[in-house]
């Protein structure tokens, strides 16, 4: 493999950068009465500035993500975290970033703001991809492979044998999306992370733990690249409340497994329902929560079901995607609303 010199893959402007440097960092030890910050010293606890490294939050996340604190930052949402990278790794108009197609929007859009060129790759029939085709679009000036396993909106866990001979040819970074990890029966690269100096993990609250509306991501990578991570994102950038929603969901945690389990069945009573309908032409297998479902005709589906008050995604112009709809795991309750819509169309 091309030798992987992390120096070599940053903006120079970014390697040599000096961050903000936040009030309460510049003080260590005891103390009780901040005047450091120009806060208001009324409206308790909102009044103070959040924790710019959100230490409390990483060492309950640890506890069930494994890794170490050192090893994690958070970004509000996994947007942040992927827009991060563009801004830390890719010169404008200059580098280059390859991905599979079709995969999760943000990665196109976030290239676009940052000017940067995005490069595709059509994943094969069985949405799965080959590292060979991905390294042939590689260049001088590629510095991000985008990986998403389970992919979004195909469903399926990527190859982890081509995952792996991206990692050990290319000499820049690859992310791994892992926003669905949690409802896959394939295990988290993130036991893998001191392995591989070139790995960034993304995983989310937004999906498993129930909480798309706090808006918190986590990115795993080596101390050395989340270290340029947490230097180039705002300092501030997880507010107080999304830190205090995320320590009581970590101390709830048994309540997100029951969660899983539901949607996880329902996932497989909702894959049972969908084979009846003589409009379904293909279930593709999934690993998150969600199906992809290949229909006669996607568009004439979709509108139905807005008449009937259910929104799906109609994912009909994505490329490898013609007449497919992906249909969000509900509860049983919006489920049973869903298959009721589905047979009204059938009629
Ligand atoms: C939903 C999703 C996310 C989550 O993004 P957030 O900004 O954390 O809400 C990330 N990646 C993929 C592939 C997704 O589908």
């Known amino acids: 493999m091309a030798k992987f010199e992390l120096e070599k893959l940053v903006r120079p402007n970014i390697w040599k950068l000096e961050p903000y440097s936040c009030a309460r960092t510049e003080f260590t030890g005891e103390a009780s009465t901040f005047l450091d910050a120009n806060e208001n010293p009324y409206n308790d606890p909102y009044n103070r500035y959040p ?6 939050v990483k060492k309950q996340i640890v506890k069930v993500k494994g890794s170490t604190p050192k090893n994690i930052c958070l970004g509000n949402g996994s947007d942040e975290t992927i827009d991060l990278m563009y801004r830390i790794f890719c010169e404008p108009k200059v580098d280059n970033v390859v991905a599979i197609e079709p995969t999760y929007g943000m990665y196109r859009v976030c290239a676009d703001i940052n000017n940067v060129e995005y490069r595709t790759v059509l994943l094969d029939e069985n949405y799965q991809f080959t590292a060979e085709s991905l390294l042939a679009k590689v260049d001088g000036n590629t510095k991000v492979i985008w990986l998403c396993s389970p992919n979004n909106p195909t469903g399926n866990a990527l190859n982890d044998a081509e995952i792996t001979k991206i990692l050990n040819s290319f000499a820049g970074i690859v992310v791994v999306d892992e926003a669905y990890i949690d409802f896959s029966s394939q295990e988290s690269w993130v036991a ?3 392995e591989h100096a070139n790995l960034v993990i993304l995983q989310t609250f937004s999906k498993a733990w129930g909480s798309a509306g706090i808006r918190l991501g986590m990115a795993f990578a080596s101390e050395e690249i989340i270290n340029l991570m947490n230097k180039v994102k705002y300092p ?6 999304t830190q205090k929603q995320a320590l009581t969901l970590l101390a709830g945690k048994e309540k997100v497994d029951e969660w899983r389990k539901i949607i996880l069945a329902e996932r497989e009573q909702l894959t049972k329902e969908l084979g009846k309908f003589s409009f379904v032409e293909k279930i593709y297998p999934t690993d998150a929560n969600f199906i992809l479902v290949k229909v006669s005709e996607a568009n004439k589906l979709y509108s139905h079901l807005v008449g009937c008050g259910v929104i ?3 994912r009909n112009s994505v490329s490898l995607c013609k007449n497919c709809v992906r249909i969000s795991v509900g509860s049983p309750e919006e489920n049973k609303e869903l298959v009721k819509a589905l047979t009204s169309f059938s009629k």
């Open 51 to 56: 924790d710019p490294f959100q230490v409390e």
């Open 192 to 194: 893998k992370l001191n």
């Open 236 to 241: 501030y950038n997880i507010n107080i409340l």
């Open 312 to 314: 799906v995604r109609n």
